[in-house]
């Protein structure tokens, strides 16, 4: 819809709402009787189709989902647990003085010990020795900030992967750019992905996450970038 059909809709409502509000007044005013009322009506049936499209109208406008935080939260948690026990929600999070980043998922430092951890449940004693944000046993991944900041505003997510099987991968630095060159390419114009100057890291820029269907998108981007370390790993 252009900006001169929204202004159509929106004013000839508004001017039909005010007559509606009028024959009725006017109705009150000459005192109420089978005249005025039938006046009244006339008048009112007139307008009253204009005031129902505006309402109409705004029904369809998009707007933002009421609980836009909560099912962010859900869908990242939920995304998590469906990735684990290769990666899991890091307990312990230690955020930098930056304040860029507040929350974090690792990777198992040995990918062999994913087929030993496939009944490990969030419930189980051991799983904190994974998902502690400075085990031995796991890496930092993933760095995100808030789901506030996220909703709010543009930001980067961090992937790092300094993991041990990583560094020891022949070629690892040009494996690096083919993920990053693999996300710019499937992703372009809508996420970037840039290296963080030598490191085993990488950056993508997402847009601030408004709705359903972005919330969905991140969880795409993500999941993306876990399916293209699975090949490297």
Same mark, same amino acid.
């Given at each position: 819809?252009?900006?001169?059909?929204?202004?159509?809709?929106?004013?000839?409502?508004?001017?039909?709402?005010?007559?509606?509000?009028?024959?009725?007044?006017?109705?009150?005013?000459?005192?109420?009787?089978?005249?005025?009322?039938?006046?009244?009506?006339?008048?009112?049936?007139?307008?009253?189709?204009?005031?129902?499209?505006?309402?109409?109208?705004?029904?369809?406008?998009?707007?933002?989902?009421?609980?836009?935080?909560?099912?962010?939260?859900?869908?990242?948690?939920?995304?998590?647990?469906?990735?684990?026990?290769?990666?899991?929600?890091?307990?312990?999070?230690?955020?930098?003085?930056?304040?860029?980043?507040?929350?974090?998922?690792?990777?198992?430092?040995?990918?062999?010990?994913?087929?030993?951890?496939?009944?490990?449940?969030?419930? @189980?004693?051991?799983? /904190?020795?994974?998902?502690?944000?400075?085990? %031995?046993?796991?890496?930092? #991944? =993933?760095?995100?900030?808030? $789901?506030?900041?996220?909703?709010?505003?543009?930001?980067?997510?961090?992937?790092?992967?300094?993991?041990?099987?990583?560094?020891?991968?022949?070629?690892?630095?040009?494996?690096?750019?083919?993920?990053?060159?693999?996300?710019?390419?499937?992703?372009?114009?809508?996420?970037?992905?840039?290296?963080?100057?030598?490191?085993? @890291?990488?950056?993508? /820029?997402?847009?601030?996450?408004?709705?359903? %269907?972005?919330?969905?998108? #991140? =969880?795409?981007?993500?999941? $993306?970038?876990?399916?293209?370390?699975?090949?490297?790993?």
């Amino acid at each position: 819809m252009d900006k001169m059909e929204f202004q159509e809709k929106f004013w000839g409502g508004i001017f039909g709402i005010i007559a509606i509000v009028a024959a009725i007044a006017e109705a009150i005013a000459n005192g109420i009787s089978a005249a005025t009322v039938f006046a009244a009506i006339k008048d009112v049936s007139g307008t009253l189709i204009v005031a129902v499209l505006l309402i109409t109208f705004i029904k369809q406008l998009p707007r933002k989902p009421k609980n836009l935080l909560e099912t962010l939260e859900n869908e990242v948690e939920e995304w998590g647990k469906k990735n684990s026990p290769l990666i899991f929600k890091a307990e312990g999070y230690v955020a930098e003085q930056s304040g860029e980043y507040a929350q974090g998922f690792v990777l198992l430092q040995k990918p062999e010990d994913y087929m030993k951890l496939s009944n490990l449940t969030p419930e @189980s004693s051991m799983w /904190s020795e994974y998902a502690r944000y400075e085990s %031995k046993k796991t890496g930092k #991944f =993933i760095d995100m900030p808030g $789901y506030k900041t996220m909703a709010s505003s543009n930001f980067k997510i961090r992937i790092t992967m300094k993991q041990s099987h990583f560094s020891k991968k022949e070629r690892i630095e040009e494996i690096l750019q083919d993920i990053i060159s693999s996300i710019n390419a499937r992703y372009a114009n809508e996420f970037e992905a840039v290296q963080i100057g030598k490191s085993l @890291s990488f950056t993508v /820029s997402i847009k601030s996450i408004g709705t359903d %269907k972005e919330i969905q998108r #991140f =969880i795409e981007l993500i999941d $993306y970038i876990v399916s293209l370390v699975k090949v490297v790993m």
